[in-house]
T-cell receptor, first 113, second 106 residues
Framework: NAGVTQTPKFQVLKTGQSMTLQCAQD?????MSWYRQDPGMGLRLIHY???????DQGEVPNGYNVSRSTTEDFPLRLLSAAPSQTSVYFC????????????FGPGTRLTVL | GIQVEQSPPDLILQEGANSTLRCNFS?????LQWFHQNPWGQLINLFY???GTKQNGRLSATTVATERYSLLYISSSQTTDSGVYFC????????FGKGTHLIIQP
């Protein structure tokens, strides 16, 4: 199993540009989520999904969209990038519940100029 | 939401030393997980521990849910233990502390 994969590893955007961060898992996990990590901080939840077709907002959802058309994929879209969205983004998945053991992808480091 | 406080924020030890990392949380939780973020940024789940004590090799964790704290013990530290250790109790959602930055010197 590849586990949780994320692409790209690094990305530089200009203010106002849009892009999609990809996340995929091959463990047949129902629960998937996106976090952002800022320097010296823990991780903060952006959006999550409890299964295909179902998504919901986390702690810091503004400026981000998600969709879950398949069990495997959970892309995160930045609609109009802002410098405040410069961060490291992590995707995670767990078997069924958010309370289950979480498995994290390697992260995407995003810089918005 | 739930507040999470981890201590100490930074810790520098020599190889072979033991350490105890603490996580206090402000409210009742359904479970708690400990993670290690290595120097390359990868997050690895160490323990899923809503209560009681678990051990995995040189690492062990104890959660006392009624007193709202969890402890992570690292014995006989190795340089590969360096990184940031996060606790993440689950209240409304998984809430991460700011972490303990551990440096193990050879």
């Amino acid at each position: 199993n590849a586990g949780v994969t994320q692409t790209p590893k690094f990305q530089v955007l200009k203010t106002g540009q849009s892009m999609t961060l990809q996340c995929a898992q091959d463990m047949n996990h129902e629960y998937m989520s996106w976090y952002r990590q800022d320097p010296g901080m823990g991780l903060r939840l952006i959006h999550y999904s409890v299964g295909a077709g179902i998504t919901d907002q986390g702690e810091v959802p503004n400026g981000y969209n998600v969709s879950r058309s398949t069990t495997e994929d959970f892309p995160l879209r930045l609609l109009s990038a802002a410098p405040s969205q410069t961060s490291v983004y992590f995707c995670a998945s767990s078997l069924g519940l958010p309370t289950d053991t979480q498995y994290f992808g390697p992260g995407t480091r995003l810089t918005v100029l | 939401g739930i507040q999470v406080e981890q201590s100490p924020p930074d810790l520098i030890l020599q190889e072979g030393a033991n350490s105890t990392l603490r996580c206090n949380f402000s409210d009742s939780v359904n479970n708690l997980q400990w993670f290690h973020q290595n120097p390359w940024g990868q997050l690895i789940n160490l323990f899923y521990i809503p209560s009681g004590t678990k051990q995995n090799g040189r690492l062990s964790a104890t959660t006392v849910a009624t007193e709202r704290y969890s402890l992570l013990y690292i014995s006989s530290s190795q340089t590969t233990d360096s990184g940031v250790y996060f606790c993440a109790p689950f209240g409304d959602g998984l809430t991460f502390g700011k972490g303990t930055h551990l440096i193990i010197q050879p």
